[in-house]
């Protein structure tokens, strides 16, 4: 069975400072996607950044990146200039291209941006 | 084009009421899948429906039911309330199956009392 594991419960950081957000993931499917998902205290989940297994180059969206280590099952979210809009919960997510299409989400890390 | 939409946003219910809940996929999205989110579980997979049959399930008992209209509009139903289902149920929607991204609604609160 597919997992998803975030080991920061919390973390927080200085405005404009860099900050990583860690996701591990197990499975046995050789081709899926990851996401990172924000939730800020409104709630709404917004799609942050979404990463395809088969492409080896991370994908970056501004100020968001993520490290995509296939072999170590690793998906770390780096935010860069940490902006006090940041604060929200981040979940990691998972769905095999096998044909199963559910999701798996991790448990979730919820940073603040301190001023 | 508008977004997931989820009525209604808040909802206060007493043990063994039932309750509905409905979704709005964004326009042109066929697949709706629900969540429930709670601190204590985190977010856990209800179920999935596409062309109007559910797809995928989740580990919830019977209690749980939902379906999907022609429109793709979903409900779901909660039967027999207990004071554990209180939580916040997103709903998400997607363009197809093999889509996927999926684009989440702002749920519905909903506390059992």
């Known amino acids: 069975a597919q997992t998803v594991t975030q080991s920061q419960p919390e973390m927080s950081v200085q405005e404009a400072e860099t900050v990583t957000l860690s996701c591990t993931y197990d499975?046995?499917?050789?081709?899926?996607?990851l996401f990172w998902y924000k939730q800020p205290p409104s709630r709404q989940m917004i799609l942050v950044i979404r990463?395809?297994?088969?492409?080896?180059q991370n994908a970056t969206e501004n100020r968001f990146s993520v490290n995509f280590q296939k072999a170590a099952k690793s998906f770390s979210l780096k935010i860069s200039d940490s902006q006090l809009g940041d604060t929200a919960m981040y979940f990691c997510?998972?769905?095999?291209?096998?044909?199963?299409?559910?999701?798996?989400f991790g448990t979730g890390t919820r940073l603040k941006v301190l001023a | 084009k508008a977004g997931v939409t989820q009525t209604p946003r808040y909802l206060i219910k007493t043990r063994g009421q039932q309750v509905t809940l409905s979704c709005s996929p964004i326009?042109?999205?066929?697949?709706v899948s629900w969540y429930q989110q709670t601190p204590g579980q985190g977010l856990q997979f209800l179920f999935e429906?596409?062309?109007?049959?559910?797809?995928n399930k989740g580990n919830f008992p019977g209690r749980f039911s939902g379906r999907q209209f022609s429109n793709s509009r979903s409900e779901m139903n909660v039967s027999t309330l207990e004071l554990g289902d209180s939580a916040l149920y997103l709903c998400?929607?997607?363009?197809?199956?093999?889509?996927?991204?999926?684009?989440f609604g702002p749920g519905t609160r909903l506390t059992v009392t």
């Open positions: 326009s042109g999205h066929r697949s």
């Open positions: 998400a929607s997607r363009a197809d199956r093999n889509d996927y991204e999926q684009y």
């Open positions: 429906y596409f062309s109007e049959t559910q797809r």
């Open positions: 990463q395809e297994a088969y492409k080896q």
């Open positions: 997510a998972f769905i095999g291209a096998s044909g199963t299409y559910k999701y798996i």
């Open positions: 499975t046995s499917e050789s081709n899926y996607y």
